[in-house]
């Protein structure tokens, strides 16, 4: 069973940068499909970017051009590099991991998750 740790989230101010990392152990990554989603509080999880085996990206509309899907599969991780963070990007980030080739904006196509890293962008 795979298990995903995401780190780098922390406090920031609107138009600052963070870097997400999400790393895997239990399972080669390079079989996955990954995807980063976030959750607001009073909200659904919703779908950011994700990023195939082959290495093909898709985002949200949301954060496109501000937001950059990335993955190392010699270090079993995926990145989410995060710049022009706005206030409404405030959010619990979570990583999941899908066996499949191409990912999927939907949280149920996802069979492994994070516990979750808190961006709060303060304006």
């Known amino acids: 069973q795979a298990q995903l740790v995401e780190s780098g989230g922390g406090l920031v101010q609107a138009g600052g940068s963070l870097s997400l990392s999400c790393a895997a152990s239990?399972?080669?990554?390079?079989?996955?499909?990954m995807a980063w989603f976030r959750q607001a509080p009073g909200k659904e999880r919703e779908f950011v970017s994700a990023?195939?085996?082959?290495?093909?990206?898709y985002s949200a509309d949301s954060v496109k051009g501000r937001f950059t899907i990335s993955r190392d599969n010699a270090k079993n991780t995926v990145y989410l590099q995060m710049n022009s963070l706005k206030p409404e990007d405030t959010a619990v980030y979570y990583c999941?991991?899908?066996?499949?080739?191409?990912?999927?904006?939907?949280?149920?196509?996802?069979?492994?998750w994070g516990q979750g890293t808190q961006v709060t962008v303060s304006s």
């Open positions: 999941a991991a899908a066996p499949t080739i191409v990912p999927s904006a939907y949280p149920r196509s996802y069979d492994y």
């Open positions: 239990g399972r080669t990554l390079s079989n996955y499909a």
């Open positions: 990023i195939s085996r082959g290495s093909r990206t």
